[in-house]
């Protein structure tokens, strides 16, 4: 499509939010949030009108209030931690208040809130894409220094690596340019999508939630988001714009036994009538990893964060800014020695011994919205981002042992985001934006293999949902240019048209049938384009493309769901086709001991499903299911595509007791024996694990202790989606202890 059908097309998606009229007959929620056990007030606790996708937070009394609510029949889901969360629907009648209280327990069962599936709050349940989320107690039990690693156990959700601290999701079997990786909903500014080798660093305990996205979300995230987002947000992102008085913080720290794990985090908020101050800080270590076959050389990781930001939140116009470091480095496991144990305990790469990352991320963030703009809008929010990394591989001298850094990578990148909120009026709501950015991408050094490049992006988009008696719609459409400006070669800009539309229908009470149909764009990566050398953290050496064209994507999203009080469950199918994939072929030459391969385009196609089931059997006792399976290939001549996760299935049962939780777990993964001509098949197998935890929780606190059990069995196995999977197997037998306490 072009520029200009392009244009038109975003104009009719832009077309309801001028033909709303005003409506003045509004009424008030109000109502209060108790702890069920002893009827105590919890505050900070969120409240989410579903329809309206409005929330508010209770507070030190319990109490919450939302007004500005038309006339209608609305549910609400009050939320808070670890808590189950609690369901009522109530009516509205004009200009008068309703009233509704809530009572929270602990609970396996959640309805879990995203943001970043629409930009909006809402439950799982409501929302038009297939979205998992994973909050902060959660995590604390997950200790990581990289996000895959942080993310391996979700539906759909598989981990590409070089090594534990190199470690990246891929979600639904796409990888690299085609997952987005976000900051409280912008660009994490990292280059871990360019590279095997290259992690997506990640201190956990420093994460108040993840949200992972399965399928496109281009419309509001950009073009690169053709396969899924994960979006990590901190503690102190103010979704909700709400000052609170006083203090509140967590204190969390874990240690292991495979890689000798340790580390810690703290963290506080400060109120203060309309303004905010916050602080966090902390680290993580781990030491060699050790596997069935004995400890693998070079696999440790360290990761250390400090941040520090302040806000102003007023009636009519808030503001918050934050500024914030992580720093830490990895090493990249020898890819020519064996294990130790098994092998020459002083093996060392040819040409740099052994080989690690050191790098650097520096992010500043300023936050502006001003509330309450008439009777169109609810609010403008406008964000502005900039991030500074810079990572340095270097290798150890076999004679000296001092490290030479033989590569540097360089990428500043300012990003900038603006988004009206649209009131609802009638069937209508939804959301109008723009977002740009501003990459200056640079590597020098004997490896370097892309040239100095700086890399523009502008797109516009639009997000509407239509309610009916029976069933929601949602369209929406996302015009998006990308240039590059490389030193030296050919310059390239692409400019494409998303879309997409669905329908989200009640079945019963709490049951749901979702359907999605989307159109994507994507502009190749600049390593497509421009690469030209050896890569090592691939395995490869690569030659770009400077004249590829851009990437388009039809699919399809069918969902089933039910959530209940002794049941959460969810069945997803997607089928996608891709023209002009852009994909990595051999060539079948060999320079300096890397296969050649060559950046080409071809049809392809990708189509899976996922499940996931928890269901109360008795009182005390739960079952869990997790299942996920994909298939991915080229259509001509039907060649897999490398690195696609196998079929897993994932087992397990929790049984609750008051504050107390076991929870033992059997993986089962199938064997991949559909691979791409210059991979290896990977073996079947599995594993068994198994966590438990004590939870105390009071009116202003909220304390976990848990010990998490890996690979009981200390069984050998590989992951398909390493790079170095054939000279490094997973972790062995481990357990993991953590504590962390959260007050508020």
């Known amino acids: 499509m072009g520029f200009r059908r392009g244009i038109l097309a975003l104009a009719f998606c832009l077309y309801p939010a001028a033909s709303f009229g005003a409506d003045r007959n509004l009424g008030i929620i109000r109502g209060n949030v108790t702890l069920e056990a002893t009827g105590d007030p919890l505050h900070t606790a969120t409240v989410v009108v579903v329809q309206l996708r409005r929330s508010a937070q209770s507070g030190d009394d319990g109490a919450f209030v939302i007004p500005g609510v038309p006339p209608g029949r609305y549910e609400l889901v009050a939320h808070l931690h670890a808590f189950t969360d609690d369901r009522k629907t109530v009516e509205v009648k004009a200009g008068e208040t309703a009233t509704v209280n809530f009572s929270l327990r602990l609970a396996p069962v959640r309805h879990q809130i995203t943001v970043t599936a629409s930009g909006q709050e809402e439950t799982t349940l409501e929302a038009f894409q297939s979205v998992t989320t994973i909050e902060s107690l959660e995590l604390t039990q997950r200790p990581a220094t990289s996000l895959g690693d942080l993310l391996e156990q979700e539906p759909g959700v598989a981990k590409r690596s070089s090594g534990p601290g190199t470690t990246r999701p891929v979600v639904r079997g796409f990888d690299g340019d085609r997952v987005l990786i976000l900051q409280d909903g912008i660009r994490s500014g990292t280059i871990s999508s360019q590279s095997g080798d290259h992690g997506e660093p990640v201190d956990s305990s420093a994460v108040d939630q993840i949200e992972v996205v399965r399928g496109p979300a281009t419309l509001l995230y950009g073009s690169n988001a053709i396969g899924g987002v994960v979006n990590m947000i901190t503690s102190h992102h103010q979704i909700h714009h709400h000052p609170h008085e006083g203090v509140r913080g967590y204190l969390t720290g874990s240690a292991g036994t495979a890689d000798r794990r340790g580390g810690g985090a703290g963290g506080f908020e400060i109120g203060r009538k309309h303004w905010l101050f916050w602080a966090d800080g902390g680290g993580q270590r781990s030491a060699d990893y050790s596997s069935p076959l004995g400890r693998v050389h070079n696999s440790g990781a360290d990761i250390r964060h400090l941040s520090l930001g302040s806000g102003h939140y007023g009636e009519k116009i808030y503001f918050s800014g934050f500024y914030g470091v992580y720093d830490g480095q990895y090493g990249i496991p020898n890819v020519h020695a064996e294990v130790h144990g098994h092998a020459d ?396 306490i959260r007050f508020f």
Do not use: C
Request: charged share 20%.
């Open 345 to 740: 305990d002083a093996a060392h790469d040819e040409d740099h011994g052994d080989v690690s990352i050191k790098y650097r991320r520096q992010a500043a963030r300023f936050n502006l919205g001003v509330k309450n703009l008439g009777a169109y809008f609810e609010q403008f929010q406008l964000t502005l981002s900039y991030t500074d990394w810079n990572h340095k591989e270097r290798g150890a001298e076999p004679d000296t042992g001092r490290l030479h850094i033989h590569n540097e990578f360089f990428n500043k990148q300012f990003v900038y985001r603006g988004v009206l909120d649209q009131k609802r009026r009638g069937r209508w709501i939804g959301n109008l934006g723009f977002s740009g950015m501003r990459r200056d991408y640079k590597s020098v050094g004997e490896e370097a293999i892309t040239p100095p490049t700086v890399q523009n992006a502008f797109a516009v988009f639009a997000l509407e949902q239509a309610q009916f008696e029976r069933f929601r719609l949602q369209f929406g459409g996302r015009l998006e240019t990308n240039a590059y400006r490389p030193t030296g070669l050919k310059e390239r800009t692409f400019t494409g048209f998303s879309g997409a539309a669905g329908i989200n229908a009640p079945l019963w009470r709490g049951g749901a049938f979702v359907a999605n149909y989307t159109t994507s764009y994507r502009a190749p990566a600049l390593e497509e384009l421009y690469a030209f050398g050896p890569h090592a953290g691939n395995l490869t050496w690569e030659i770009g493309d400077p004249n590829l064209k851009r990437e388009r994507g039809n699919g399809v999203d069918l969902s089933l769901r039910h959530q209940s009080a002794r049941f959460h469950g969810d069945a997803n199918f997607f089928y996608y086709d891709l023209a002009d994939y852009v994909y990595l072929a051999p060539t079948g030459h060999v320079h300096e001991g890397l296969f050649e391969g060559r950046y080409a385009s071809g049809a392809g196609r990708y189509w899976g499903v996922e499940t996931h089931a928890v269901w109360n059997v008795s009182r005390p006792l739960w079952l869990k299911l997790n299942l996920d399976s994909v298939t991915a290939e080229l259509k001509s001549p039907n060649t897999p595509l490398p690195r696609i996760p196998p079929l897993r299935a994932r087992f397990g049962v929790e049984y609750r007791r008051g504050g107390f939780s076991a929870q033992p777990e059997l993986l089962l993964v199938n064997r991949q024996d559909r691979v791409f001509p210059t991979e290896r098949e990977t073996a079947g197998y599995a594993t068994l694990g198994g966590r438990a935890s004590y939870t105390i929780v009071r009116q202003h606190a909220l304390q976990m202790f848990s010990v998490n059990l890996y690979n009981a069995t200390n069984r050998l196995y590989r992951n398909h989606l390493s790079f170095i999977k054939e000279f490094a197997p997973e972790i062995g037998r481990g357990v993991l202890f953590s504590y962390t």
